[in-house]
């Protein structure tokens, strides 16, 4: 990835976790006020650097518990638990992120993938009353939201995905792969199609995955995503 595209990747986390870009270049944990929206803790591991981005109710609290410390013990499900108690719901991750852009993007065979059409729509629920309810919701798959790609076994979608907008720069990936057509590089294919298309507009491609999903993080590593960090996200009970 180039200077220019990770000072795009980094101006991005900055403002979407209410850090300075400089921060993601620290040794040492930074605890920050996160913007407004979020009900619960956002965490980046970026090398040795941890940004932690609380509500301004927990700032204090976060501050003094984790201010200055190792990356590696703020950046831990655990201690997260362990620091905001009760308030936590679920956690979400630690998940891979990886960005991809001219200079590293690894393309694949596309294998037919292509923008899906008015008339491919009827293909989607099928798609989705195949893969589990929350795989599909993660996916962010959503018909007329952004745009839809697809890779076609016959008549049925082996595996769809979309390209999300994530501030002026970035489009994030969103793919979901048939139960019964995994292992077989259809969204890898799928994949290499949107990432191919997001570059020709000129954005850096952001993919990110569970780390405990190892055949998702296979398909980045392949088409030449480079790691930039780990997330990991606390959700706090609704008040």
């Not at 638990?81 to 891979?96: N, S, T, W, Y």
């Not at 294998?111 to 962010?140: I, K, T």
Request: glycine share 10%.
């Amino acid at each position: 990835m180039t200077p220019s595209s990770r000072t795009r990747v980094d101006r991005f986390w900055a403002a979407h976790l209410g850090c300075a870009p400089n921060d993601l270049r620290r040794s040492t944990t930074i605890v920050v006020a996160g913007p407004s929206g979020y009900h619960g803790v956002h965490a980046l591991r970026h090398a040795d650097a941890c940004i932690l981005s609380v509500p301004p109710a927990w700032l204090q609290r976060a501050a003094r518990a984790a201010n200055g410390r190792p990356a590696g013990q703020v950046f831990d499900a655990g201690f997260l638990r362990e620091l905001f108690g009760e308030a936590v719901d679920r956690k979400i991750g630690p998940a891979f992120l990886g960005y991809a852009d001219a200079s590293c993007f690894r393309p694949a065979d596309p294998r037919g993938s292509r923008l899906l059409l008015p008339q491919d729509e009827p293909a989607l629920p099928r798609l989705a009353a195949a893969c589990d309810p929350v795989e599909w919701d993660h996916s962010g798959i959503e018909w007329g939201a952004h745009p839809v790609y697809g890779c076609f076994d016959g008549e049925e979608l082996a595996a769809a995905g979309t390209l999300e907008p994530w501030g002026a720069d970035l489009l994030h990936v969103g793919i979901l792969t048939h139960p019964a057509r995994r292992g077989q590089g259809y969204g890898r294919a799928v994949v290499s199609a949107m990432t191919a298309s997001g570059l020709e507009q000129e954005r850096v491609v952001q993919y990110r995955t569970l780390r405990a999903n190892a055949p998702s993080v296979a398909v980045a590593h392949a088409l030449g995503f480079q790691e930039y960090g780990a997330t990991l996200a606390v959700r706090f009970l609704s008040a």
